[in-house]
C-alpha cells in the first residue's frame, strides 16, 4: 500500500507540475508575457499557488523549466545527436537548421519567448540564452572548429546570420504578415524556398570557406 501511495503521489506532483507548465504557455499565447502573475498562473492551472514554491522554488524556477521544455537549441546535445565528424558536422548543421526552422514556427509560445528576450532584461531569458550557447559551443569545439580550423570563427558568423534569420523570419510570419522578400512565409512552397536556400548556403559555406 505504501508503494502505491508514493507512485500516486508522484503522478499528482507530476501532472500539477504539467498544469503550472501548461498554464504558462497558455497565458503567454493568449495575454502575453506581461500577464505572467503567480495568481494568474495558479488560477489558470487551478492548483494552490503554494504548490509552485513547493514544486519549482519560485517563479524564477516555474520560468526556467517552462522556457528549458520550449526551446530547441537547449535540448540539442551531443548526448541526443551526435555530429558525424567525416563530414565536419555538415549534414548535422544542415538538419538543425531546417528542423528549427519549422520547430519555431509550429511553436507559438517559443516565438513569445524570443519576442520577449528582445524586449526585457530577465534572469530566466538570459539563462535561455547561455544555455543556447553553451550546448552552442560543444558542437562547435567538438566538430566545427577541428573541421575549419583558423576559418572556425567565419563559420560562426555564417551560424548567426542563419540561425537569427530563420527566427525572425518565423516571428515575422507571425506576428507582421506572411510576405518576406516576395515569398509567403505561411504556404508551404514559400517555406520549402528558404529551406533550399539554407541548403544552398550550408553547401557553399563548406565547400567554399
Known sequence: ???KSAAGSVRNKER???KFLDAVGKILKTKGYAALKINDIAATAGVDKKMIYTYFGGMDGLMDEYIRSQDY???VTTETMMPDPKDGGKAFTEAMLLQQFDYVYNNKELQKLLLW????SRKSLTKLTNMQEENGETLFKLIIDPHF???SQDFRAISAI???GL???NMYASVNGSVFCGIDLNTDDGRDKIKKAVSFLIEQTYENL
Not at 117 to 120: I, K, V, Y
Request: glycine share 4%; aromatic share 14%; net charge positive.
Open 1 to 3: 500500500m505504501e508503494r
Open 16 to 18: 500539477s507540475k504539467k
Open 73 to 75: 537549441w537547449s535540448n
Open 117 to 120: 528576450r528582445l524586449s526585457e
Open 149 to 151: 580550423g583558423e576559418r
Open 162 to 164: 542563419l540561425v537569427s
Open 167 to 169: 527566427y525572425y523570419l
